[in-house]
C-alpha cells in the first residue's frame, strides 16, 4: 500500500492558526504513508498536477487530502484521481479548515494537535478504501403516465414527441379529467373545452401514445428501469372502428342514470358518450347501469345498431407491459360538501357546489341551465380548505380565482342579478389575477370579508338564510339567496391511495402526494423513476399543472436519455460467509432493496441454503439494515464496518489523560454541512470534538458505539437530518432504535446513558450545532471519565446483550 | 370617534396573560368571523367576538370594559365551528375571570327581585354564580 | 338498597343533579318511570353533590373540578361497596350535568398530574381511578336500541308533531356530544319511535340564552322567540328538550316573549321522557305534566293522546 498525504496551506485559511508542517511531519511517521507535501493551495492547477505527477511517479494508490470540507472540493479532487488513472474512492479528505482551522482560531496549538488527529482518522479510513467505480445500469424508453389529465395528456405529449414509448393509462372512458367540466378558464376566460380538444386530440394522433381508456392499474411491481404494469382494461362492448355516433342506440336505451359529466344535474343513458369532445370518440356501454348483459336483459341498442358496432361477447382483459419510469398524474377530486353540515349540502336544494355551477353555466350558455339559476347568488369560499373542524387545513390554491371568475361570468350575462362573494383572504396571487378580480368588483360583484357561519332553509320557499359577520364593519348579515354556491376545495383523487401502495409513495401531512424535496425536486419522489404532475402533488390551477407536466417528463428523460445511469457504489453489501439467511434485515430496509436467495453452490460454501442479497438499483445507502443483523453480516461500500472502527480508533488513540473526546457522527445532508456553515462563520466550539462523516446515522449501529466507548470516547452525538428532509426513509426511526439499545446497556453498567445524544439539524441551526456540541461536553467533564471496571464490562457479551441467542445460532 | 393605538410591551403582557389563562393560541385567530355569525347573543354585544380576538392579540385591555364577555352564554357554538380549531368560549371565560378575580362582580344577586329567585330553577343561580361572580 | 340482583335488570349509577329534584321533578319522575318499564333501574348515586354547572374554563381553575369528580368517586365506591356490581358507567338526564360531569372526567384522563392534584387534595375521599364513564340517558337509550323502547309504546302518539329541541351543552363541544353538533338525530330517531311526527327545527341546536336568564331575562325571550316562532313555522305543536334550564328558559320564558311579543300563542314544551310515559301508558301520575310551564294537556286533549 502506498498512500500520499497532502497538507493544505489554503492560501493562509489552515496556516495561520495550524502548523501545516507539524501536520506533514506527523503524517510522515504514519504506517503506509510513503510520500508527504505541503502547499499553499492544493486545489489550484498547479496543486492538483503536483497530484497527479505524484500518483504516477510514485505509484500511489491511496491519496488523503488534509484541506478544506470535502463537501467543498471533494468533487475536484476525485476527478483530479481519476485524470491519474486512480479510481475516485481511494481519495479521503481530512477536514482541517472549515471543521479545525476555522472554528478553533483562538487555538493554534490545540488545533494543530486536532488537525493531526482528524489526518490520522483520514489515514486509517484510505487504508480499508477499495478502488470502486460508478455502478452504472442500462434503461429503456417506456414511460408509465397514470391519470389522463390536463397532466397526464402534456406529460404524454412531451414524451411522445421526444421519440419515448408512452403508455397512458386512464380510468374514465374518455382523457380530459376535470377540465372537460369546466366552463371557462380563469384569468382569460378560455373556453375550458376549446382549449383542452385539440390537444386531447393530439394524444391518439401521436404514434408513441399507447393510449388505455376504461382501464385501470391492477398491479405494479419492480424499480427504475424494471417496472412491471399490469393493467385491466373494461370492456366499453362498443367497437370505435364501427361506432358513427349515430345516437340511435341512446334514443332506444331504457336505462336513466346520473350523468357524471354533470355532476348528477343531468342524466345519461347506459349507453353514452363520455362528453361532446370525448377522446376516444366512441360510446360506452355502462355495464353497471345496464339492466343486464349475461344474461342479456334488454338487448335494444345493439337491434338498433346499423354498423353493427354493439358487440356483447367481450370481457374485461387483462395488459401486461414494463416501463422504464413513471408518472403519477392521478388528479384531485373536489371535497365532500356534505361533510360540512352547517352548509346543508346534500339537504338544501339551493346550495350547489361551484363545480354544479360549472356545468350549469355551459348549459346556460345555450339557453337552458339545467335548474333554476335565481337572481340573488351567494359563493362561500374556503369550503372545505383552511378548516380544522373538517381536517383540512391546507388552502386549495385556485377556490378565490374560480369564485371570481364564475361571479364575473354570471354577472356579465346578467346584470340584473345580485351576486356576493364571501371570502376570508382573497388570494389573486398569479399573472393576470389582480387584473382579474379588480374586473369582477369594477363589474358590480359583491365581496364581502367574512367566512358563513350556517346556512338556514326555508321549508316552504327553499330560500337560504345565510348568517355572516362583515368582518371589515363588524356588522351582522343575515340575507336570503335564491342559490348558494360553494367554492369546494380539492382532495386527491381516490384513486390515487391504490397507486401510491404500489409504489411506496409518501404522503405530505396535506394528504396529496409528497415531493421529493420542497424547493429544488418539486416533481420527483423519493421513489426512484416516480414523478409527479399536477393536482395530485398539490392543489394548482392550469398552467401549473401544465408546467408540472413539463417539468416530469424532462425529469424522465434526464434519467432515460442516455440509455443508462449511473449510481455511486456507496450501497450496502453481504459478507456472504458470515450470512446465515435468517432474513431480519429485509423487514430494516425502507426500500425493499434486500432478499433472499439460494447460495451459488461453487463460489459460496456454507451450511445455509440462503443468503440475504441486495438490489443495487433499489440501495439508497443508508445503512439502516446493518445494526440489524446479528452476525454482521451487512454491511456497507466506503463506509465500512472495519473503516469505522479504524477512524474511532484513531480517533481516540492519541487522547492524554484528563482529555475528553466526543466523538460526532454527522450524517452527509445536514450535520456535516451545518458543522462546515459553523466554521464557516468562525464560530467556536469546543475542542473535544472530532467529527466522523457518515451518508446516516443510521450507519452506527449500537455496537460501534458501545466499541466506542470501550475505546475511550466519553460521548457521542449523532447528527441527522429531519425525516422530512431526509433522503433515507425510516433513518430517524433506526437511529433512535440504536441509541436506546445503547443507553440500555450502558445504563446496565452503570455509565450515564446520556453520553450518547441523537439531534435532529437542519443546516442552518448553527448556535444549536454549538450548543450541543458544548454541553455534552461539559456534560461529561462534569460526570468524569467513564469507570474501568464499567468500561471492561461493556466489552464482554455485547453480541449476546444486542441480539441474545440468535447471535450465536 | 376614530382611536389611535400604540403597541407596547404592556400589550403583549395583557396578550400573553390571557393566551396562558385560556389555552389558547390566540394570535393563530385570522379573524374569519364565524364565531360571530354562529353566536345566540351577538344582538346584545357591544363587540363581535371575533372583535373580541382582535383586541385581545393586540393586547388592548380596553376589551376588559366591554360587555361581550358578559353577554357570552357558553354555548360553544364558536368552539365546534372555528376553522382554526380555536376554542373561543376559553378566551371570553379568561376575560371575565381576570375581572372576577379582582373580586370585581358582573351582578349582585341581591338585586334580583324575590319573584325571579322564587321562579328560577337551581340551576339558572348557580351557572350564573358560576359565570357572573368570583 | 336492594343488593340481590334481578338478572333481567340492569342496574346503573344515576346523577340528579339539584334541579331535577325540585323545579324539574317531573323530569326525573318521568325518567325513572320510564326506565323501570325498560328493566333499567337508575340507582340514584349516594351522597352527590352539585355539579357545579358550568364547567370553569380557564386552564389554572383545578379547584372548580373537585365537585364533579367527587361524584365519580362516588360511582366508584358504588361498585367497591357491592351496591352496583361491575357497572362504572353513570347517567345523567340533565344536559348540563352532563356535560359538567363529562368535561371533568376527560379533562383529568386527560392529564394525571391534575388528577393525582385533585385525588390529593380530597384526601378524605377515595382516590378517582378513572374508571367512570359518563352518558347522557338518550345514550343509554341508543345503546340499548329505539326498537327497545317501541316494544313498549302503548299508545303511539300518532299525529302529534313534536320539534325535539337540543340546545348545547349535550352536543358541544364535539369530543363530549353525544351526536353530531349540526346536525343531531338521537332526539328524533328517539320520537320516531314512540309514533310521534317529528318536525325539523333550523334552530335546534340554537343555545337558549342559559344563565342569561337571570341577567336579562328579554333577551332570553328573543332567543325563545325566534326558536319556538321557527318550530311553530315548521309546522310543530309541541317542543321537546333535555334540560331544565332550557325548560325555564322555553316555557318559563314564554310570559317574557308574550310581553313584546303579544301576538305569540303559547307553545308547549315537555321533557322528552314525559312523551315516553304518555306513550308507554303509564298511570297519569308520572307524566308530571301539572309543573309544567306550559300545560300541555289542551293540545294532547285534542290530538286524542290523553286517554
Redesign the interface.
Known amino acids: 500500500m502506498r498512500i500520499g498525504v497532502y497538507v493544505c496551506h489554503c492560501g493562509g485559511n489552515i496556516s495561520e492558526v495550524v502548523d501545516v508542517k507539524k501536520v506533514a511531519a506527523f503524517a510522515e511517521k504514519q504506517p503506509d504513508v510513503v510520500l508527504v507535501r505541503d502547499h499553499e493551495h492544493m486545489c489550484s492547477e498547479v496543486g492538483q498536477k503536483l497530484v497527479i505527477d505524484d500518483i504516477k511517479e510514485h505509484k500511489l494508490d491511496k491519496v488523503v487530502i488534509a484541506a478544506c470540507s470535502p463537501q467543498f472540493q471533494g468533487s475536484t479532487f476525485k476527478a483530479t484521481l481519476e485524470k491519474a488513472g486512480l479510481s475516485p474512492y481511494v481519495l479521503e479528505m481530512s477536514n482541517i479548515r472549515e471543521q479545525c482551522a476555522w472554528p478553533h482560531f483562538d487555538f493554534p496549538e490545540e488545533a494543530t494537535e486536532k488537525a493531526k488527529e482528524l489526518t490520522s482518522i483520514a489515514i486509517a479510513k484510505a487504508r480499508l478504501d477499495e478502488p470502486l467505480t460508478k455502478k452504472t445500469f442500462p434503461i429503456g424508453k417506456r414511460v408509465l403516465i397514470i391519470g389522463g389529465g390536463i397532466a397526464g395528456i402534456q406529460a404524454s405529449l412531451d414524451l411522445g414527441d421526444a421519440g419515448f414509448d408512452v403508455y397512458l393509462v386512464e380510468k374514465n372512458p374518455s382523457i380530459g379529467g376535470k377540465m372537460l367540466q369546466l366552463s371557462r378558464t380563469f384569468p382569460t376566460e378560455d373556453c375550458a373545452a376549446c382549449i383542452l380538444s385539440p390537444k386531447m386530440a393530439d394524444v391518439p394522433a401521436n404514434p408513441n401514445i399507447h393510449l388505455f381508456t376504461y382501464s385501470e392499474i391492477e398491479d405494479i411491481k419492480g424499480y427504475l428501469g424494471n417496472f412491471e404494469v399490469t393493467v385491466k382494461k373494461k370492456p366499453t362492448y362498443v367497437d370505435p372502428a364501427k361506432c358513427t355516433c349515430c345516437d340511435d342506440c341512446v334514443d332506444v336505451c331504457p336505462v336513466a342514470v346520473p350523468n357524471e359529466l354533470d355532476e348528477g344535474l343531468s342524466t345519461r343513458k347506459a349507453i353514452y358518450l363520455a362528453s361532446p369532445i370525448a377522446v376516444p370518440h366512441s360510446y360506452v356501454l355502462d355495464d353497471k347501469a345496464c339492466l343486464g348483459i349475461f344474461p342479456l336483459a334488454c338487448g335494444k341498442c345493439q337491434e338498433v345498431c346499423d354498423p353493427g358496432a354493439i358487440n356483447f361477447d367481450v370481457y374485461p382483459e387483462e395488459i401486461k407491459f414494463t416501463v422504464d419510469t413513471i408518472i403519477v398524474a392521478t388528479g384531485y377530486d373536489i371535497f365532500d360538501a356534505t361533510q360540512k353540515k352547517v352548509y346543508g349540502f346534500g339537504r338544501y336544494e339551493n346550495v350547489i357546489t361551484a363545480l354544479d355551477m360549472e356545468r350549469m353555466i355551459v348549459y346556460a350558455s345555450e339557453g337552458n341551465p339545467m335548474r333554476p339559476m335565481g337572481k340573488r347568488i351567494a359563493f362561500i369560499q374556503c369550503v372545505g380548505s383552511r378548516d380544522e373542524q373538517v381536517g383540512n387545513e391546507y388552502c386549495s390554491r385556485i377556490c378565490c380565482m374560480y369564485a371570481t371568475k364564475l361571479s364575473q361570468l354570471l354577472k356579465r350575462s346578467d346584470p340584473t342579478r345580485d351576486i356576493y362573494v364571501f371570502y376570508t383572504d382573497l388570494r389573486a396571487y398569479g399573472k393576470g389575477f389582480e387584473e382579474y378580480y379588480k374586473r369582477a368588483q369594477g363589474d358590480g360583484v359583491k365581496f364581502i370579508r367574512g367566512r358563513p357561519a350556517e346556512l338556514i332553509e326555508d321549508s316552504q320557499t327553499n330560500e337560504i338564510t345565510l348568517r355572516v359577520e362583515d368582518t371589515l364593519t363588524r356588522n351582522i348579515i343575515e340575507a336570503e339567496f335564491n342559490l348558494v354556491v360553494l367554492s369546494v376545495g380539492l382532495r386527491p383523487n381516490r384513486g390515487t391511495e391504490k397507486i401510491a401502495d404500489f409504489l411506496r409513495l409518501a404522503k405530505s401531512p396535506d394528504g396529496f402526494l409528497q415531493e421529493a424535496h420542497p424547493k429544488f425536486r418539486p416533481v420527483d419522489t423519493l421513489t426512484d423513476g416516480v414523478f409527479v404532475a399536477g393536482t395530485v402533488q398539490g392543489p394548482k390551477d392550469i398552467p401549473d399543472t401544465v408546467a408540472q407536466a413539463s417539468a416530469a417528463s424532462s425529469r424522465a428523460i434526464r434519467l432515460m436519455n442516455r440509455g443508462e445511469y449511473d449510481v455511486d457504489p456507496v450501497m450496502a453489501f453481504v459478507h456472504t460467509y458470515v450470512c446465515d439467511g435468517c432474513g431480519l434485515c429485509i423487514e430494516q430496509c425502507p426500500t425493499n432493496a434486500i432478499s433472499l436467495t439460494s447460495r451459488d453452490e461453487n463460489s459460496d460454501k456454507s451450511l445455509y441454503p440462503k443468503v440475504a442479497k441486495i438490489n443495487e438499483a433499489l440501495c439508497k445507502g443508508c445503512g439502516s439494515c446493518i445494526a440489524s443483523c446479528p452476525k454482521y453480516a451487512l454491511d456497507l461500500h466506503c463506509y465500512t464496518n472495519e473503516q469505522m472502527l479504524a477512524q474511532i480508533k484513531a480517533a481516540l488513540a492519541d487522547k492524554k489523560d484528563g482529555e475528553v473526546r466526543i466523538l460526532v457522527f454527522a450524517d452527509d445532508m445536514a450535520c456535516y454541512r451545518l458543522a462546515d456553515n459553523v466554521g464557516t462563520a468562525k464560530m467556536s466550539y469546543s475542542l473535544d470534538s472530532r467529527i466522523i462523516r457518515v451518508p446516516s446515522g443510521s450507519r452506527i449501529s449500537p455496537k460501534l458505539m458501545l466499541q466506542a466507548f470501550s475505546l475511550g470516547a466519553d460521548g457521542i452525538l449523532l447528527g441527522e437530518s429531519e425525516e422530512k428532509s431526509s433522503p433515507y426513509p425510516n433513518s430517524i426511526a433506526t437511529i433512535k432504535s440504536n441509541i436506546s439499545k445503547v443507553k440500555d446497556i450502558l445504563e446496565k453498567e452503570k455509565i450515564n446513558g446520556n453520553r450518547v445524544r441523537f439531534v435532529q439539524f437542519v443546516t442552518v441551526m448553527l448556535s444549536g450545532f454549538v450548543n450541543n456540541i458544548n454541553s455534552l461536553s461539559d456534560f461529561v467533564r462534569k460526570l468524569g471519565p467513564i469507570p474501568s471496571e464499567g468500561l471492561k464490562r461493556l466489552d464482554k457479551d455485547i453480541d449476546k446483550r444486542l441480539f441474545g441467542e440468535s447471535h450465536d445460532k | 370617534m376614530i382611536n389611535k393605538i400604540v403597541i407596547t410591551s404592556e400589550n403583549v403582557d395583557f396578550l400573553n396573560k390571557i393566551s396562558e389563562l385560556s389555552d389558547q393560541i390566540i394570535t393563530r385567530c385570522d379573524q374569519c368571523g364565524v364565531c360571530s355569525g354562529s353566536c345566540p347573543m351577538i344582538a346584545d354585544m357591544d363587540i363581535t367576538p371575533s372583535q373580541m380576538m382582535r383586541m385581545v392579540q393586540l393586547g388592548r385591555q380596553e376589551v376588559m370594559e366591554s360587555k361581550a364577555m358578559w353577554i357570552c352564554a357558553s354555548c360553544f357554538a364558536c368552539t365546534v365551528r372555528c376553522p382554526r380549531g380555536l376554542d373561543l368560549s376559553r378566551v371570553a371565560e379568561a376575560l371575565r375571570q381576570v375581572k372576577l378575580r379582582q373580586a370585581i362582580d358582573y351582578i349582585d344577586i341581591n338585586n334580583i327581585s324575590d319573584d325571579e329567585i322564587e321562579r328560577l330553577p337551581q340551576i339558572a343561580m348557580v351557572s350564573a354564580g358560576r359565570k357572573f361572580t368570583g | 338498597m336492594n343488593l340481590v340482583k334481578d338478572n333481567k335488570k340492569m342496574r346503573i349509577p344515576y346523577f340528579p ?3 331535577l329534584k ?3 321533578k317531573n323530569f326525573e319522575i318521568s325518567a325513572l318511570a320510564v326506565a323501570e318499564l325498560m328493566d333499567i333501574e337508575l340507582v340514584e348515586l349516594p351522597r352527590w353533590n ?1 355539579c ?3 364547567t ?6 383545578l379547584m ?1 373540578h373537585l365537585a364533579p369528580i367527587r361524584n365519580l368517586v362516588r360511582v366508584e365506591e358504588m361498585n367497591e361497596n357491592g351496591e352496583i356490581k361491575d357497572e362504572y358507567r353513570l347517567v345523567a338526564l ?1 344536559s ?1 350535568c352532563f356535560n359538567v360531569l363529562k368535561r371533568s372526567n376527560l379533562r383529568v384522563m386527560e392529564n394525571s398530574e391534575e388528577l393525582e392534584k385533585i385525588n390529593n387534595f380530597m384526601y378524605l375521599e377515595k382516590d378517582y381511578n378513572g374508571k367512570v364513564e359518563v352518558i347522557h340517558f338518550l345514550e343509554l337509550l341508543r345503546n340499548i336500541g329505539f326498537d327497545k323502547v317501541k316494544e313498549k309504546v302503548k299508545y303511539a302518539l300518532t299525529g302529534l308533531k313534536v320539534a325535539p329541541y337540543y340546545g ?2 349535550m352536543l ?3 369530543e363530549m356530544g353525544i351526536d ?4 343531531p338525530t338521537i332526539q328524533s330517531d328517539l320520537l320516531v319511535a314512540l309514533g310521534v311526527e317529528t318536525i ?1 327545527n ?2 335546534k ?3 337558549c ?9 328579554y ?1 332570553v325571550a ?2 325563545t322567540y325566534d326558536i319556538l316562532s321557527r318550530a311553530r313555522k ?1 309546522g310543530a305543536e309541541l317542543v321537546t328538550t333535555s334540560c ?2 332550557c ?2 328558559n322555553l316555557a ?1 320564558r314564554q310570559k317574557e316573549v308574550m310581553e313584546k311579543h303579544p301576538e305569540f300563542k303559547p307553545m308547549p314544551v315537555l321533557y322528552f321522557t314525559q312523551l315516553m310515559a304518555l306513550a308507554f301508558g303509564l298511570d297519569e301520575k308520572y307524566y308530571g305534566f301539572d309543573q309544567n310551564y306550559i300545560d300541555p294537556r289542551a293540545l294532547l286533549r285534542k290530538k286524542d293522546l290523553l286517554n
Do not use: H, I, W
Not at chain 3, 370553569?56 to 381553575?61: E, I, N, P
Not at chain 3, 340564552?209 to 331575562?217: A, E, F, N, P
Open positions: 343533579g339539584c334541579t325540585t323545579t324539574a352539585c357545579g354547572t358550568v370553569s374554563l380557564t386552564s389554572d381553575d372548580r340533565c348540563m348545547c351543552l358541544r363541544p364535539k353530531d353538533p349540526e346536525d325539523n333550523p334552530f341546536t340554537r343555545c340564552g342559559s344563565y342569561q336568564t337571570v341577567r336579562d331575562k333577551a328573543e332567543l315548521e331544565p334550564l325548560m325555564f318559563g
